[in-house]
């Protein structure tokens, strides 16, 4: 017979995942039939309560995961362990997190593999460093730079907890990313920016980065994603940053009334990556005439190599094509 590999409880390979009957201490995630969720830590001796009467944590401890329980008064929930998607979203926050739907196109797009040497600013709450560190698993390293202390904290306190101890590839700093790099002489192979100004650390991300490594920023707004990749373009040394953002949309799908939800997670934040070209080799010049006004008089950013200050064409133009 060959070995039934669930059925011991088997080293965690930091993956976060525990099998096996809940235990004291750990995190479980209750979703009551109107889909309202709680999540708390197993305590023996202790008790649940909601507007659903209460229940006794010791009555959970001991089962196997996936199971419907009721409450004093009647209330049903189901109780799983929280997957890292569950997580993260319930954590204790101390910046706004990166959400998994984002965090999924970081790994995929910047192609973050096993192994990989990571370098990521800033920490905030840890939600994009527990992803990351789950892509490269015990072999990789992932470095978090976190200029606030009591932001690297709560984040050193999440990514522990998720993992259930220490993440042996995870080196946490204290400081500024453009600091710490220029200081250490890291190399990386991916390089993720969820950062106010990523803009203002090209020189250092450049100069970490290996050959065909990545750099990926995350950025809230039109202008931060302006000035990024302007910034990329004028640098250089890499390819035509690619800039995107995912929208998920929820379906209820529910016998002959199959629709789109009504409301989903509409803008979270821009994604942008560019590869890092061989160091002293420099990107082909666009073959492409930018965009009407692109570079018209209003622009007052960074212009990509070779780009005149101001075509005569574009002094008039209203930036419509006119
Ligand atoms: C939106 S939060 C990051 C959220 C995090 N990715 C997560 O998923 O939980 C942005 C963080 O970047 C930090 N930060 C901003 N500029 C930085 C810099 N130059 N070096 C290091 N950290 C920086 C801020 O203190 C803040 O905590």
Not at 76 to 83: A, D, G, K
Not at 263 to 278: D, E, K, P
Request: charged share 25%; net charge negative; hydrophobic share 40%.
């Amino acid at each position: 017979m060959p070995e039934d590999p669930t059925a011991v409880e088997p080293e965690p390979a930091w993956s976060g995942v525990r099998r096996g009957p809940l235990q004291a201490g750990e995190w479980v995630r209750l979703v009551d039939q109107k889909g309202r969720r709680h999540n708390f830590a197993l305590e023996p001796g202790k008790r649940f309560f909601s507007n659903k009467g209460h229940l006794e944590h010791d009555d959970l401890i001991g089962r196997d995961e996936g199971f419907s329980v009721t409450s004093s008064v009647g209330g049903e929930y189901v109780v799983f362990r929280p997957l890292l998607s569950e997580f993260v979203v319930s954590m204790p926050r101390g910046a706004a997190v990166v959400y998994p739907k984002d965090s999924a196109q970081v790994v995929a797009m910047a192609d973050v593999f096993p192994g990989a040497h990571v370098v990521e600013a800033g920490v905030g709450s840890g939600a994009l460093t527990c992803s990351l560190l789950r892509a490269v698993g015990p072999t990789g390293r992932v470095v978090s730079y976190e200029r606030r202390e009591d932001f690297a904290e709560v984040a050193r306190r999440n990514v522990t907890q998720f993992f259930g101890g220490d993440h042996p590839a995870w080196d946490l700093r204290v400081g500024d990313l453009a600091e710490g790099l220029r200081e250490s002489g890291t190399r990386a192979d991916r390089l993720v920016l969820d950062m106010l100004a990523p803009w203002e650390c090209v020189d250092e991300v450049a100069e970490a980065l290996l050959p065909g490594g990545i750099v990926c920023a995350y950025v809230a707004t039109t202008t931060q994603l302006s000035r990024t990749t302007e910034t990329l373009r004028a640098h250089g040394g890499f390819t035509e940053p690619r800039a995107w953002e995912s929208l998920v949309r929820d379906w209820h799908v529910e016998g002959l009334a199959v629709r789109p939800g009504h409301s989903m997670t509409g803008h979270t934040a821009f994604l942008l990556t560019a590869r890092r070209m061989a160091h002293g080799e420099r990107a082909p010049l666009k073959k492409r005439r930018p965009a009407p006004g692109a570079y018209g008089v209003d622009y007052t950013g960074p212009r990509p190599v070779g780009m005149p200050p101001q075509a005569a064409e574009e002094a008039y133009d209203d930036g419509r094509g006119r």
